[in-house]
């Protein structure tokens, strides 16, 4: 099993900037592709941006491309969420996920393992 636990979550103003961190623990040599995602109230979960195991390739939702950066430190087995020039739609949940697979995928069922959430709004 791996267990991943998202922090860096917050409340700021348009504008502004938030780093999300995702920690992995467990069995995290099974793991390849990882990814963020998020949930906004009455929404369906939506795909964020993904990396590949390695770290070389990366994937943006057409929202987020050029204000968002997802990056990997696999010595320390955490994925990261660098988020600028935030808007109001983006605020939502923000969920860690993490695949056995080796494509990167945005659908959320093609991914493993899970974390809890945390919680981003942005103030308008």
């Known amino acids: 099993q791996v267990q991943l636990v998202e922090s860096g979550g917050g409340l700021v103003q348009a504008g502004g900037s938030l780093r999300l961190s995702c920690a992995a623990s467990?069995?995290?040599?099974?793991?390849?592709?990882m990814a963020w995602f998020r949930q906004a109230p009455g929404k369906e979960r939506e795909f964020v941006a993904a990396?590949?195991?390695?770290?070389?390739?990366?994937r943006y939702a057409d929202s987020v491309k050029g204000r968002f950066t997802i990056s990997r430190d696999n010595a320390k087995n955490t994925l990261y969420l660098q988020m600028n020039s935030l808007k109001p739609e983006d605020t939502a949940v923000y969920y860690c996920a993490a695949s056995r697979g080796e494509l990167l995928r945005t659908t959320p069922r093609t991914y493993d393992y899970w974390g809890q959430g945390t919680q981003v709004t942005v103030s308008s």
């Open positions: 467990g069995r995290t040599f099974s793991i390849n592709p």
């Open positions: 990396i590949s195991g390695s770290g070389t390739i990366t």
